[in-house]
């Protein structure tokens, strides 16, 4: 529609005079609404939205069924037709049900019908509303008796009042939608604007509002009520629209920016490339580098090695691989943190806090990483001391590291070594190398922006070896204090000092760590918890972070302190506590199942609970074995300390024999040869009979025989064993013992005690045997692992012997 029309049409709505409409009096008589209008007509339903009578469009509906409806509706002479609203009918799913059918309709002459292609095309002329007073016939083509609804009397003023506030927001959508233009012509050549009823209804099909609502409109026979609806639906009409202005406009406004400055940028290199100061690339990348490096400290060799790269990045050509390799070593040498250091905080209190926050138990760990940070207290900075904690897995030694770097307030950069063959991933590759990257330790300083990070270095006794290199041996610079001042690295190929790093490392096992290697480290043991400690951790540390991950509150499931000790020592009697976490979480996930069938009632699991949660526990209370030539001993693994039953049986006594099962290793082995040769020759002296293994075929079985067993700590138990079978007497119970046994009858010392202690401990073992030599081992563990243990130690194995079997050995020599 053209400005020109569009003046006419407000012209015409702000006049009050019909005369401008422009109607004749014979078009005036074809249209007139209050002509005679027939009592029964056939009626057709719509789907989309209600008909009013102030409407003329056109409407296309299913040749099938609606063809006898119109073809009827033509034959009588006034060509009536009720329409009527449907509310979510499809057209295509069928003939909807006359009580489908809205009870006020809209009265329409049908003008123009076509068919084509299934489909019936006609002009609906709105006329009057209707009642539908009776049905005549349910099936298409539907036949009703209707009345028409008169308005009743309205008071002038209230009338010409709602009628200027309709035309009013008439004109504003106009001003916003010019396409609505058409729909107020149409309407000026049939109304005039003071028809008022006919302009309520042009106003409410003016609007995008549901089906229903204007459904409603056409309900309403009151004309200022029906005024006030329409108001409503009309004011809702302009917000929308003015947002759609609004959003509109501010589209076309990022548009044109972005073609403004589009066509500016442009403007501007041609501008600087014909004025010579236009910056290429190159220039950029050597300003970039150039600002990166006056913000740092570097030293005299690498800002040396700087000017002269980057110079030489000034000279090459963009497009040689050479400017790509000097561009990423630029990159890189800019972003290590040359001479910027975070302060460290000395706090001995806050640093036993954090301590304490982060761990339950573990005090001799924490009262030596305190000791560690008292010395750096004390001269001022931390460093010297590379820390290497090994323990069974799940102990906590990660989470150390972290409470480390918190209580120093220090960055935190874990990398993990397990696995690692290539000692290019410690010193970094050379430059002349496709792909080349420094090492780990560059990568490190640059994520944490720092010359003074705490470094985790994890899984150390895993690290490989391969054709590619010894990452082991690669370590032993960067872990060497002597050394690591002036750690070069084979990209960078510039002096760095790490003697500032904190190097944190862990372990499982001493055994694969080269001798090297370990003698530049700190060795800080974790053993395993007992059964109390992992109830606390359960409580503190694993409950509460397993609750918040699943979103849950403490009041809404509650695990009892019985049954997480029924977890503990059924399910998960490992030496740390992951397996402790994965079964928590595990119950947690069980109780939300619950929580969400019954939101109202709190989860509450208690022991009884387990076995339906959890299955039937793992580790039964198990009696520990009895009998003759069965002994219980303490050995020390990678995941633990771990309580060990030896058996020994005669098999026969038809020619001597030694026999061993229980997939021992090399050590093993050797300490049973010593433990039967010794038995063997010393019978008479410990009260058997001195040719009892001459005509014996001896098996010494150590069980779970396929789990590998392997350590110098089996002497004692198995000489034992041998001797109870051979004096045919069962030793004491509730004993466990650990020693290494010489063909002289010498016990000597072995390694760990604390796990083997924690292990008779778990088992509920109270009397021990270990070697005098680890009587200073003993000493040191903390009380609460001492408590109720009856500890005998032993120097030759006579002491074993008078502890098993309640009385001293004979005195004289070794029978041969």
């Known amino acids: ?138 099936k298409p083509p539907y036949l009703v008796e209707v009345e028409y609804p ?24 106009l001003r916003t939608n010019p396409l609505y233009g058409e729909e107020v012509k149409q309407y000026l050549s049939r109304f005039g604007p003071d028809d008022s009823s006919p302009l309520a209804d042009f106003g409410a099909s003016m609007t995008s509002a549901p089906g229903h609502e204007l459904q409603e409109i056409l309900d309403t026979v009151p004309l200022l009520r029906r005024m006030e609806k329409v108001l409503l639906l009309m004011a809702k009409e302009q917000e929308v629209a003015r947002l759609q202005a609004e959003i509109s406009e501010e589209v076309n406004d990022k548009v044109q920016k972005h073609q ?3 066509f500016l940028k442009e403007q501007l290199k041609v ?16 300003e970039r580098f150039q600002a990166r490096m006056e913000k740092l400290d ?29 561009r990423n070593y630029l990159d890189w040498l800019t972003q290590v943190p040359w001479g910027v250091s975070s302060e460290d905080h000395f706090d001995l209190a806050e640093a036993r806090r954090i301590l304490d926050r982060d761990h339950d138990g573990l005090h001799d760990v924490k009262d030596r990483i305190v000791e560690f940070l008292a010395e750096g207290t004390f001269k001022g900075e931390v460093s010297g001391s590379i820390l290497l904690l090994v323990g069974p897995p799940g102990v906590g030694k990660t989470s150390i590291g972290h409470s480390v770097a918190d209580a120093l307030g220090r960055e935190f950069y874990r990398f993990s070594l397990g696995g690692m063959r290539d000692e290019a991933e410690i010193k970094g590759h050379r430059r002349t190398y496709i792909g080349a990257m420094p090492g780990k330790f560059v990568q490190a300083l640059k994520d944490s922006k720092v010359s003074n990070p705490v470094i985790m270095l994890d899984e150390i006794d895993k690290i490989g070896a391969s054709f590619q290199g010894d ?53 800080i043991r974790l053993s395993g918890y007992i059964a109390e400690e992992k109830v606390a951790i359960a409580k503190h540390y694993l409950l509460p972070k397993l609750l918040k991950r699943a979103g849950l509150l403490k009041k809404q499931m509650n695990i009892t302190d019985a049954a997480i000790k029924q977890i503990i020592e059924g399910y998960a009697r490992e030496a740390g506590v992951r397996s402790l976490e994965k079964l928590l979480h595990k119950v947690i996930r069980k109780g939300i199942v619950k929580l969400l069938e019954n939101p109202d009632e709190p989860v509450k699991v208690g022991v009884s609970d387990l076995t339906e949660l959890l299955g039937q526990p793992a580790f039964k209370k198990e009696k520990s074995l009895k009998g003759i030539g069965v002994v219980t001993g303490l050995a020390w693994t990678a995941m633990g300390g771990a309580t060990l039953s030896i058996e020994a049986s005669r098999v026969h006594s038809s020619q001597r024999g030694f026999k061993l099962t229980g997939q021992l290793g090399d050590v093993m082995k050797e300490s049973a040869e010593i433990a039967y040769s010794y038995v063997s020759s010393n019978l008479k002296r410990y009260k058997g009979d ?3 293994f001459d005509k014996s075929f001896v098996h010494l079985h150590v069980p779970e025989g396929a789990t590998p067993k392997d350590g110098p700590s089996a002497g004692v138990t198995m000489a034992t064993a041998l001797l109870s079978i051979a004096r045919k007497e069962a030793p004491q119970q509730n004993i466990a013992m650990t020693g290494e046994l010489t063909l ?73």
């Open 471 to 523: 990452p082991a041996s690669a370590l032993l610079e960067t872990l060497d204090p002597e050394q690591n001042k002036e750690f070069l690295d084979h990209y960078l190929d510039v002096r760095m000092d790490l003697s500032k790093v904190l190097f944190i490392c862990t372990a499982n096992q001493l055994d694969t760590i080269p001798r090297p290697l370990l003698d530049r480290m700190d060795v």
């Open 690 to 692: 001195p040719t009892f």
């Open 150 to 173: 008169e308005e009743p009397d309205e008071a002038a003023d209230e009338l010409k009042a709602y009628t200027m506030a309709i035309i009013s927001a008439i004109k504003e959508l």
């Open 744 to 816: 002289t009858g010498q016990v000597l010392p072995v390694g760990g005690i604390r796990e083997k202690v924690i292990a008779a401990r778990r088992q509920k073992i109270s009397n021990l045997i270990l070697p005098e030599g680890n009587r200073g081992d003993y000493e040191e563990l903390p009380d609460y692992l001492k408590e109720g243990l009856t500890v005998n130690f032993a120097k030759q194995y006579s002491d074993v012997y008078q502890v098993c079997f309640g009385n001293k050995p004979k005195k004289g020599a070794s029978v041969h």
């Open 1 to 138: 529609m053209n400005d020109e029309n569009r003046n006419d049409a407000f012209e015409a709505l702000d006049e009050d005079v019909t005369e401008y409409i422009g109607k004749d009096e014979n078009s005036k008589s074809l249209v007139l609404p209050k002509q005679q209008m027939p009592r029964r007509m056939y009626v057709l339903p719509v789907s989309n939205r209600p008909f009013f009578p102030a409407q003329v469009q056109p409407i296309v509906v299913n040749q099938n069924p609606w063809q006898q409806t119109l073809k009827r509706v033509g034959e009588t002479d006034h060509r009536v037709l009720g329409i009527c609203f449907v509310e979510d009918s499809d057209p295509e799913q069928g003939v909807p049900g006359s009580e489908e059918l809205e009870t006020i309709g809209c009265a329409v002459r049908v003008h123009h019908a076509q068919e084509d292609s299934g489909k019936i095309q006609f002009i609906a002329q709105g006329l009057q509303r209707f009642r539908i007073t009776q049905w005549l016939r349910r």
């Open 298 to 326: 570097p030293p005299e060799q690498v800002q040396e090695r700087f000017d002269d790269e980057l110079q030489k990045l000034q000279v090459l050509e963009q497009g040689s691989p050479e400017y790509g390799v000097t």
């Open 260 to 262: 403004r400055e589009f």
């Open 271 to 286: 501008i600087q490339r014909e004025l010579g100061m236009a910056k290429d690339d190159k220039t950029a990348d050597a």
